[in-house]
Each structure stands twice: as C-alpha cells, then as structure tokens.
C-alpha cells in the first residue's frame, strides 16, 4: 500500500494540542494504520508544474517531476524546499477519510476525545452551475456521473498545496480504482467563468494546454504524448468521443479522467477552488466528492464550502455535495455478542462518538448510528460493530476459548476430487491449476463452439481477458500446453478443478462442479493413450468405464467418445485434438485429452 508523510507539526496544530509520539502511535495504530515511523522528508519543487516531492534521508534527489515528468537535470528545473518532520503512515485502504492531515487529525480529534462526535459542514448555497449534455452515457463515451463543489478562503502554502494534490492522487487510487471509476479535478475558482459544460468533443478537437505541458495539444494527442495520456489513456480506450470540461468562455478545464488544463491550475495563491468528480457511476463520484471537500475544510481551517447546482440532460437538478449522514441501526445485544465483551447500553454512545459517530436511542437495546458522509465504509452493521470493538481497544478484550470444540474434517466433494488427484498423479501425471476465469477468445471461439446459455457472464470484469466463469476445464490445460511446447515431450498434465454453471435453483444463481481434466501431448499420441489413462482412472476410483462414439467440432472425427457411468448418464468425453484448434494454440505435436464429472 502506498506510504504517506504527515508533517507533525501541522498535524498538531490541526489537533489543538501537542500529541507526544507515543500516545500518537498507540491511538493510530488502535485506529488501524500501520506506522512506518518518524523521520525528516527532504521536498522539492517541480518549476514547471508546481509539484512537491519528497525524499527521505537515504533516497536519491529525484531526477525528473512525476507528475509532468520535467527533466530536473537542467538548472532552476527544480527548486529545494525545507525539510519537514513527518510520521508515516501505510494508507488504509477503507479509510480515504484519513489519507491527509486534515482527515486524520479529525479522526484523533474525535478518538483522543479532544472533539468526539459527528463533524458537521455547513455548505453555502450554489453561485456555480454546471450544465451536463446528453451523449456522456452513450455507448461512445460512459461517463456520465459528475459531482462538483466550491471551496472558498483556502488558505494554501507548498505543504498544503502538496496534501491537496497528494491526496487527489490517493483517492484515484483507494475510491477510483486508477482513475475508472472516479477521478478528481481541482482548479483556480479565479481562472474559471461559470457557467461550466460536462460535454463530449470529437478525439481531434479542441485543442487546449495540458498542465506542465508548453503548447496546446488536442485531445488525441494528450492520449499519445502527454505522461499522464499515457498512463492513464486505458479509461478512455473504448470511448469514441472524449469528455471536456468547459467554462463559459469557451476555456477548457480539464479531459477527465486525464488532465486538467495549466490556465486553471491551483497554486499557493489560490484562494477560491472549483473541485469536480466524474465517473460511470454516482455512488463513487459522490463518495470521493465528499471525502476531498471535508479534506479541504478540515486542513484550511476558516475555509467554507458551497454548493454547485448541476443540470443533467434531461434538465432535472441537483446540488452537490451531499453530506448527508448515513443512518444504521445497531443492536447492543447482538454487538455484546458478536464482541464476546461485557459491554454496556450507557457504554455504546461515547465509543462510537470516539469513532466519529452521532447516535440517539431508537428503541431497547438499538442505536440510530449517523455516520459520517466521508465515511464509505460502512455496508453492515458489522461495520459498526468494529467500530464499537477499535473503541473499546481489542487490547483489552480477554482472550476465551470457543465454548465448543470440534474436529476439521474434508468436505465429501474435496475428498472424492483428492481421490482423482491421487489416481491421476500415481499414474505419472503433473497437477497444474489453471484460471477460474476466460473470455469466449479462448474457451470456445478456438474449439468452434458457441457461448453456452449455461455460462456465467461478469457484468463489470476487470479486463477483456476475463469476463466469464469457465463451464470446462480442456481450455486451459491446452493453453498451458500451448505454453510450454519448448519444454521436452511428452507433457502428461491433469487439472481437478471447479467450472461454474448458471442455475436458477442455487442459492447465488450459479452452481459449481468438480471436474477433472487430462491432456497428453507428444509424438506418437493417440486415442488409445487417453483412453488407456481414463481407464484407470476410472477403475481406481471404483466405477466402471462405459463408451460411445462422439462427433465434437474440437475433435478428430472417428477418434472421440462420450464417457457414460453404470447408469448410462453422460459424466465426460475423451478423443484426440482437431489439428484447427492445434493451429490457433500454436501446437505442432499430437494431443490427446478427456475430462469427467467428479463424482
């Protein structure tokens, strides 16, 4: 995870007191963080852009700007700034809340009972608008959830100017996952003529200057030659219009997710910023919308929030940000369970005002919990529950045993698939593991054959490479042998694994099987190499062979048969390889397979 220094003595100031060291490493790492240690960050500052970097004592001095990769070789490219102490910290995933110092020292604030409870933002009424156009949730360019805010009176020097773009860069990480599913844009309010359009424009026009870039490029080229184009370019692969942020002027602000614009660029003298989110979906634009407006008002203390009106397409309005708290009930009697501590009713309210959190009695034993907006991590009452436990300190829960013990033992289904593990590998065979996940590229385009209706499809898949659950195993042991044909013949490779089939009765609406999957590969093998393999198989797991010619595009016709149990019941097939799917895996030996249900 990646690691971030907050300077301590803006930490403290930001507290209202002094924390010594200790007392400060004890209550973050009760909060969950993992303290890298203290120490002193040399910084350095980018001419070109305005970025700080830092360096610790034993690093190099940097040798280029990673945000707009200027050269720093050349003199007065970058300018030393001085150092600062710092404690750093592992950034906490679930907790984009505390990602900079503003956020973290509201959360010891309310911990170290300094200033417990629910931090309320009071937000102006909206002076900017922002006008959203149709075609930014079309097929050529998903884009289409935008949140904006004003943040008025910041008062910034390079270090905040540096928690400000630091943690910009930490929210695409943690809430935007690299910028898919939300990127931030912050710019001078000063340098922007509202009202702004959310729009879409061709890949060729209009050009405009990327931030730390010297000429104006247009949006294809950002893609092509800018750093950050580069980088970040794969959200917008798929789009054919790209999407532009501009003010009334004609002026454009910014290419989200890509880059903004160095005429609205926020510097240390920046007073009033116009911050905006967009994404394909609301629930993360808002979620990181929220966290980095609270951020702001936390580190510049005096600072105020406002509201900005947005008009989508079909010309209904909204304000944003929503800071709203979320509401969740909590059961006291299922926490004191869940927990195993000995709490009580009167306990509850002050531990989680530790964490954060307003809470009123809603009835016996339940609590009306508001948790705070720039809090996502909250899906269950579980959630809350940890909470109540980080409160308490799980340092002073007492350590019990269970009330009852019991003795591990396999699943019926594992036992049975060991079987065939044991058969297969006692036979000569090497086990390999091959992935749960494919694409119809490579599951059924090369074996001639449909998408199944049984197969499962994955809405959002992390890549191209896998957006279906397999339904066999063949595909992947011949992948692998397709990758490793420089290694001597003959391979003799097995695979017991699980396919997943859609089915209305499971519980999840997808059911999973055990099976088992043989590939031979080699010169010279044939039908009766597989079936001879089948045969024991089938023998040492105590059934009985039975056989029937089969006729499958993937298969040499004449040279395949379906594999039957005592009942007659179809449990898998065996045969040699058609020389077409050879051809599309690059194969040149002959190669013989079978796969069967585990049963």
């Known amino acids: 995870m990646p690691v971030v220094g907050i300077p301590i003595h803006r930490l403290n100031d930001l507290l209202g007191r002094p924390v010594p060291a200790d007392e400060l490493v004890r209550a973050l790492q009760r909060m969950g963080s993992d303290i890298e240690g203290f120490g002193t960050v040399r910084r350095f500052k980018c001419s070109r852009c305005g970025f700080v970097l830092e360096r610790t004592a034993t690093e190099a001095d940097p040798g280029y700007c990673e945000d707009c990769q200027n050269d720093f070789s050349s003199p007065g490219s970058v300018l030393p700034l001085p150092p600062v102490e710092v404690v750093r910290l592992d950034l906490l995933a679930v907790r984009p809340d505390m990602f900079d110092v503003g956020g973290l020292a509201r959360a010891l604030r309310a911990y170290l009972d300094i200033s417990p409870g629910l931090a309320a933002y009071d937000l102006a009424s909206p002076c900017v608008r922002v006008d959203v156009h149709p075609g930014l949730d079309g097929p050529g360019c998903f884009r289409p959830a935008i949140g904006c805010a004003v943040v008025r009176d910041v008062q910034l020097d390079d270090d905040l100017l540096k928690e400000l773009m630091r943690l910009q860069e930490n929210l695409h990480w943690a809430l935007g996952r690299d910028r898919r599913r939300a990127s931030v844009g912050v710019y001078d309010l000063a340098t922007v003529t509202p009202p702004i359009t959310y729009r879409t424009v061709d890949p060729d026009g209009p050009p405009f200057r990327a931030l730390g870039w010297p000429n104006e490029l247009t949006p294809r080229q950002i893609l092509q030659e800018h750093p950050k184009g580069r980088a970040f370019g794969h959200a917008l692969a798929d789009f054919q219009r790209y999407p532009l942020l501009i003010d009334a002027c004609g002026q454009v602000l910014s290419m989200p997710p890509i880059i903004n614009s160095e005429e609205s660029k926020v510097t240390a003298a920046s007073r009033d910023l116009f911050i905006d989110v967009t994404g394909p979906r609301v629930e993360a634009v808002s979620r990181c919308l929220n966290v980095m407006v609270t951020s702001i008002l936390e580190f510049s203390p005096g600072s105020r929030g406002e509201h900005v009106e947005i008009i989508g397409p079909d010309g209904k309005r909204c304000l944003t940000p929503d800071l709203t708290p979320q509401e969740m009930i909590l059961d006291m009697a299922a926490t004191r369970r869940v927990l195993g501590i000995n709490l009580s009713d009167d306990d509850a309210p002050g531990l989680l005002a530790r964490m954060g959190h307003q809470t009123e009695w809603a009835g016996p034993s339940s609590l009306r919990v508001l948790i705070p907006s720039y809090r996502p991590d909250f899906l269950h009452q579980r959630d809350l529950m940890e909470e109540v436990a980080i409160a308490f300190g799980y340092d002073k829960i007492t350590p019990a045993l269970v009330p009852t ?55 959002n898949p992390i890549s191209t490479e896998q957006t279906l659950g397999r339904t066999w195993i063949l595909p992947g042991l011949i992948d692998t042998v397709a990758r490793n044909t420089s290694r001597e013949m003959p391979h003799r490779l097995f695979e017991v694994g699980t396919v997943l089939r859609v089915d209305p009765e499971a519980e999840t609406g997808v059911a999973q099987h055990t099976r088992a999957g043989v590939v031979l590969a080699g010169p010279g093998i044939g039908f009766a190499d597989i079936r001879s393999v089948m045969d024991a198989l089938i023998r040492e797991t105590g059934q009985q062979l039975m056989v029937r010619p089969l006729s499958k595009p993937y298969f040499i016709q004449g040279r395949a048969a379906e594999i039957l149990d005592q009942n007659g019941t179809v449990m898998g097939e065996m045969g040699e390889i058609h020389p077409s799917v050879l051809e599309h895996f690059k194969v040149i030996q002959p190669v013989a397979a079978a796969e069967i249900a585990v049963r």
Not at 427 to 444: I, K, N, R
């Open 405 to 459: 013990m019991t003795v591990g033992q396999p699943h019926p289904d594992e036992e049975r698939a060991a079987a065939y593990r044991r058969a297969l590998a006692g036979l000569g065979h090497v086990e390999v593991m091959t992935l749960l996940l494919g694409s119809p590229e490579t599951h059924y385009g090369p074996f001639g054959l449909p998408v199944p209706e049984e197969c499962m499809l994955i809405a």
